[in-house]
């Protein structure tokens, strides 16, 4: 994993594979706009990716009402799954949570077309 952050305030519902920088800087855009902690901390961590070995997987999504604590990327065939963990919601609810996470995978062990999901 090269960046996680679970926050109120990102956007939700992106996930990709990142295979350059011209991508990794399309990727930025579209889930930080308007963090730049966000944006700085998401190319920073992508700083060591060598793209002639490894892509980066990109994703976000809304975890409820509760801040993600961690989270996994698992691989099987050419289905590409997150895996959030989290503690129980609280008994109310005023604004969802999302994650923001970037894994880095070797290309070998990325299907050619992955599936999210």
Known sequence: MVYFSSSARTVSGVHEVVRDPAE??????????????????????????DFSRDVLVGWTATTGCS???TATLD???ERLLLRVSRPAAPPECLRPFSVTVVFA?????MPDRPVFG
């Open 105 to 109: 995978v070797p290309k070998e062990g």
């Open 67 to 69: 801040a993600a604590g």
């Open 24 to 49: 990794l800087a399309g990727f930025v855009q579209r889930v930080a706009a308007r963090d730049a902690r966000a944006a700085a901390g998401i190319t920073a961590g992508a700083k060591a990716a």
């Open 75 to 77: 691989v099987s065939g």
